[in-house]
Each structure stands twice: as C-alpha cells, then as structure tokens.
C-alpha cells in the first residue's frame, strides 16, 4: 500500500482480555518496528523487526506482549491479559534496509495508531 | 547508550512569528542520523526534517531549518512564518549508523508541544 495501515484504529476491551494488533507496513520495507505511547507521552519502543533477523524484544514491557510477522510483511502485537496500565496508543512504523546507503537515512514511517482502551 | 533530551515541555508562538525548538542529544558515535518529527492530533507521525551528523550543511525544509552544532551535540528546529497547522507535538530522533540489534532503533526525546496563537 501507499502507506503503513494499522488496525483496528480504535479497540476498546475489558481488563483480562486478549486483544490483536495489525500492521501492514510500506511494501518493500524490511524493517518494521512498534512503539507504545501514553497520553501525553513521547513514545517507548516496543519491539523492532529486520528481514528474517530474529527480532528485537529489548523494549516489552512484560511477557503478556509478543509480536510476530509473518512472511516479512506483517506483524501482529498481541497483549495477552490485558491490564489497564496497556492503555496507550500503538504505533507501527517501518523503514527501508540497509539505510546508511543510496542516500537512504532509515527514515521511519508512520501509521496512524491503534488507541487501546482497557476498562 | 545513546539519549535524546527536549528541555522544552511545552511552546508558544504567535502566528507568523519564529520559534525554535531545542534537542540535544549523547553519543559517542560520530557519524549518525537526526531527525524531526511531527505529531498532530490525528497522531500519525510525519518526519519533518532529516540531518546526516557528516553533514555540516544544516539541513532546510521550506519554513523548516535546524542548527545542527555537531561538537555540543545539538539540534534545534527552528520554524519561521508560524502556522496555525504547525500545532503539534514535536519529537527529537537518533538513529545510529549501525543497524545491528537496538542500534536499528530510532531514540526519540520526550516531545515538546507546540501551539500557535492566532
């Protein structure tokens, strides 16, 4: 697609739930990563995924978060057990690789989010 | 590890005036990339400005334009005929040239918010 597509845009759940993520980044962008940001707040990096590189978990917050992404194109964050400190906006974002090269800076690209509410 | 720092919370300026935004940011790297983003209230990030560290040009972007001071390591955005459609919330990024790992992380700063008076 033209841009990075992120579903649902709005979710709300009750404490305890499952909820799914979707991010559908630019076709041809290898690198894709999620942020989480909190109202008001700058943005906290989740998790970073490069080609078929295992990917970077450094940033989850607890084991109830995991992602995955399927055949190089797109990922999923899934927060299991929802609590409501998870309520926060989600952010996907993916880039071309390598940058550093052919005048590419790793520049991110966003998508519009995904408001998580949890009651 | 690297850290980005916006000192500034909070900014206003009235419509048509200059503003400049601060960043400054730690590393012991020397060749890396900077960057300015945009949020609105819609949300969705957009860059509003890049800088490759090797660059001693300061990178411009028609209202756009930073100081790049590569020795204090900082990086201020000034942004000159103010907009009412410049509100936004303004976000300072580090990226390292190495991709390995989190060095394939953008670092952001906090944010500053930035209204517009008419």
């Known amino acids: 697609g033209a841009g990075v597509s992120q579903s649902p845009s709005n979710k709300v759940t009750e404490k305890g739930k499952d909820v799914e993520l979707r991010c559908d980044p630019i076709s041809g962008h290898t690198a894709l990563y999620w942020y989480r940001q909190s109202l008001g707040q700058g943005l906290e990096f989740l998790i970073y995924f490069q080609g078929n590189s295992a990917p970077d978990k450094s940033g989850l917050p607890s084991d109830r978060f995991s992602a995955e992404r399927t055949g190089g194109s797109v990922s999923t964050l899934t927060i299991q057990r929802t609590q409501q400190e998870d309520s926060a906006v989600y952010l996907c974002?993916?880039?071309?690789?390598?940058?550093?090269?052919?005048?590419?800076?790793?520049?991110?690209?966003f998508g519009e989010g995904s408001r998580l509410t949890v009651l | 590890a690297q850290t980005v720092t916006q000192s500034q919370p909070e900014m206003s300026v009235q419509e048509a005036e200059t503003v400049t935004l601060s960043c400054t940011y730690d590393?012991?790297?020397?060749?890396?990339?900077l960057f300015w983003y945009k949020q609105p209230p819609s949300r969705q990030m957009i860059l509003v400005i890049r800088?490759?560290?090797?660059?001693?040009q300061n990178a411009t972007e028609n209202r756009f334009s930073v100081n790049f001071q590569k020795a204090a390591k900082s990086f201020s955005l000034k942004i000159s005929d103010s907009q009412l459609g410049d509100a936004a919330m303004y976000f300072c990024?580090?990226?390292?040239?190495?991709?390995?790992?989190?060095?394939?992380?953008?670092?952001f700063g906090k944010g500053t918010k930035l209204s517009v008076k008419p």
């Open positions: 800088q490759e560290a090797y660059k001693q």
């Open positions: 590393t012991s790297e020397s060749d890396y990339y």
């Open positions: 990024a580090y990226r390292s040239p190495n991709y390995g790992g989190s060095q394939g992380n953008l670092i």
């Open positions: 974002a993916s880039s071309l690789f390598p940058f550093g090269t052919s005048g590419n800076t790793g520049e991110l690209f």
